[in-house]
């Protein structure tokens, strides 16, 4: 299903321009070893970021000679369609995981894709400024500070007219999870968790609430999508094992929670899933929502 929305509401959880913030120690990816970057493009790519890279591809608007930055680029998934979408195209990939950025390389030299690959783990990154036509982000982890940083990062990179692209999990995805660790809270009499858990949840973006944050940071003509989609697991194990939880969902929850630990809430998650779904299949919800906007002063 696919809804577009050219108006927004004011709302709480909303992401403003803070003076004096430069130099942020954030980053819309978690970095990943040698090995978490070969499963990553092999299993997370086709099963889970794709959902992501579609609706990225289809509201680019092309630009003969484009100069695309990709910022959290990883594996270098999207790059090479980017590249065959638009004629002589270069992509700026950039990340804070040398195993990522050496197998996007590689993939690079191997198709003969236009695209270079640097390694970064903060804001600004050294890409200069006003130099880009087009600036994308998939599936950044990120709570609602950072999304300001990447916000203003993407329209410090865009040249006049330039298009900043951002796909990211909406309002509603992975509820079921927020759910089963509430549960976990309550039962455990853990009220901190529980109030971090609802705020996380409230403070994942509605499209509202993405079209307003670009326009706060200088990106207008905003137009926002979102598509609704289902991840299934067998089990509990499955679930908690599975390379798109660990290697992206997981991170995405630490990151809104602000925690570093999650083991006894997953290991609750596990429990609990084996328990309710004994007979059928654990579904989790995934709302994709793809925002392109204009960079026009």
Known sequence: MIRR????????????PQEGKVGWAVFPTEPLSETEAAVFETFVVPRYLQRFGEPVLEMLLPTEGARIAH???????????LCQRVSRATVYGVDGSPPALELARNKA???QVAAQYLPGSSFPTTLPAAAFSHVIALHPIVDTEDRGALFSEMARLLYQGGQALISLPLRGSFQEIGDLFREYALKNDDGEFGRNMEEAMANRPTLEMLS?????????????????????FDNGR?????????LLVFPEIKRSLGVTDLSAATSYLREAVDKYWSEARFEL????????ARRVA
Do not use: H, K, M
Request: net charge negative; proline share 2%; aromatic share 8%.
């Open 71 to 81: 910022l959290g680029s990883r594996t270098g998934y999207l790059d090479r369609e």
């Open 238 to 246: 499955a679930l908690i094992e599975d390379p798109v939880c660990r």
């Open 285 to 292: 919800t995934v709302n994709v929502g793809c925002a392109s």
């Open 212 to 232: 307003e944050e670009l326009e706060v940071f200088g990106l207008e003509d905003v137009d926002v999508e979102i598509r609704q989609s289902t991840l299934w």
């Open 109 to 111: 030299a191997t198709s």
């Open 5 to 16: 929305f050219a108006a927004w509401n004011e709302g709480e959880g909303v992401c403003r």
